[in-house]
């Protein structure tokens, strides 16, 4: 009876020996171990509780971003991946895939960013300026709490993380800005990093990044320097100078609008979009301008709709060459107006005299005499009156008085001269016979 005891035993255990499925790997304990997320790094961590082999890790966010990368390891036998370019403020799924004693291993995180829905800051946005300064800023979420308290971290990839010092505050003292006045030295390849996070004694605040923001993209310029204008009888030549800017750009790199106004109309604008030169020159035709244009330029990167602000307008001004053609109308119509009314004047002066008009005797040579008779009643000797001519000529151009007899002398002495026979005329001095004789009018 014992026997067959023992005979029945002995083949219930092998039947079960051989029956006997082997158990699959995720019911194995895992080697990984303390996996966590530094969401302001974008850095996963864990370490491992035996040596495994064939590792990677990978994220999933709802904005339909997914990355792969080989962890790395650090001197105390942690290892990190790091996914810069994500966005972790709306979730992520991340998992690490090992291969342990020739077992796949997967292990999953998912990750929620906390907090009260609205409450996390909006809005945000940076701007380099002025070649070595930047301003970043953001709003208050619709459901963010008074007392709410938000905080800049940002990094690049020649600088560590650090949070922002100098914080600019909105009219409830609530920080809504950050001013950056020691960014490092420049590098064309730079990009920062973001993160906004908050605060609150009343609920947990979530926090808000971004993809790197890339350096030369948020520069705004300064305006083009040194324009100048001149003339060369056909074209106005118009030349600037390229703003000072922050990174080592080549000068097609740069992107510049021109306006040019006309005094007719402000819509009467013209825009020319020109890339950079070395030098930058711009030829405008002088039939195309009027004597007020003026003409105005900005600036940005090529790659950006950043644009600088509009330089000081500069006006083309009148070429010298307009100025004389202007002038010539006007002289020649004064010159032609003045000649009419001067013979207009001289005609009125000529006109004939009327039958009953009466006529001067003519003056008496000197040293002749006459027969004086009735006094005559025509003008005073050596005025006669001969129409209106004088009398308007003598109103538009009154006559200059004579110099002194003596002065004159004294000025101009009387060279000496024969005179005929001996006898000079009559002098000065000698009275001339002054007669009137009876008008013949």
């Known amino acids: ?183 490092g030295e420049p590098q064309r390849t730079d990009n920062y990093f973001f993160l906004v996070n908050g605060t609150s004694r009343e609920t947990a605040i979530p926090f808000l990044d971004f993809t790197p923001f890339k350096a030369v993209q948020i520069e705004k310029y300064d305006p083009p320097r040194n324009i100048t204008i001149t003339y060369n009888r056909s074209h106005h030549i118009i030349r600037w100078e390229h703003p000072e800017i922050r990174f080592d750009l080549s000068s097609h790199m740069l992107y510049y609008e021109l306006d040019i106004q006309t005094p007719a109309s402000s819509a009467e604008t013209k825009r020319v979009f020109q890339r950079g030169q070395d030098p930058n020159v711009y030829l405008m035709p002088s039939s195309a301008t009027r004597a007020k244009s003026a003409f105005r330029v900005r600036v940005r990167y090529m790659y950006n709709r950043l644009w600088s602000e509009w330089s000081p307008t500069q006006r083309f001004g009148l070429p010298e060459q307009d100025f004389s053609g202007a002038l010539v109308g006007p002289v020649v119509a004064t010159a032609a107006l003045s000649s009419l009314v001067l013979m207009f004047l001289c005609k009125r002066g000529s006109q004939p005299e009327s039958s009953g008009s009466r006529r001067c005797a003519p003056r008496t040579p000197r040293g002749q005499s006459t027969i004086r008779d009735a006094p005559s009643p025509c003008p005073r000797l050596g005025t006669c009156s001969q129409g209106p001519r004088f009398s308007v000529r003598r109103k538009l151009f009154p006559p200059i008085p004579q110099v002194k007899k003596e002065i004159a002398k004294a000025l101009m002495p009387t060279p000496g001269v024969a005179w005929e026979e001996g006898h000079p005329p009559p002098g000065p001095q000698d009275p001339e016979d002054v007669v009137t004789l009876e008008a013949t009018c």
Not at 42 to 62: A, F, G, H
Not at 98 to 116: K, S, Y
Not at 133 to 147: H, I, L
Request: proline share 6%; glycine share 4%.
């Open 1 to 183: 009876m014992a026997a067959v005891l023992d005979l029945v035993t002995f083949l219930v255990v092998l039947k079960s020996a051989c029956c006997a499925q082997p158990r699959p790997a995720q019911d194995k304990i895992s080697p990984i171990i303390n996996m966590q997320l530094d969401s302001r790094k974008k850095m996963l961590t864990w370490t491992y509780t035996r040596n495994v082999s064939d590792q990677e890790c990978t994220i999933d966010t709802p904005t339909a971003y997914s990355a792969t990368v080989d962890p790395q390891v650090t001197e105390d036998r942690t290892y990190v991946c790091t996914f810069p370019n994500s966005v972790l403020h709306r979730g992520a799924n991340l998992t690490v895939n090992v291969t342990c004693d020739g077992d796949v291993f997967l292990q999953v995180l998912t990750f929620a960013n906390p907090g009260r829905e609205g409450s996390g800051a909006v809005n945000f946005s940076c701007l380099i300026y002025n070649v070595r300064f930047m301003n970043c800023s953001w709003a208050p979420g619709p459901a963010a709490p008074a007392d709410v308290k938000y905080r800049l971290f940002w990094a690049s990839r020649h600088e560590a993380d650090a949070e922002c010092v100098h914080y600019i505050l909105g009219p409830t003292g609530t920080r809504v800005g950050c001013h950056f006045d020691q960014l």
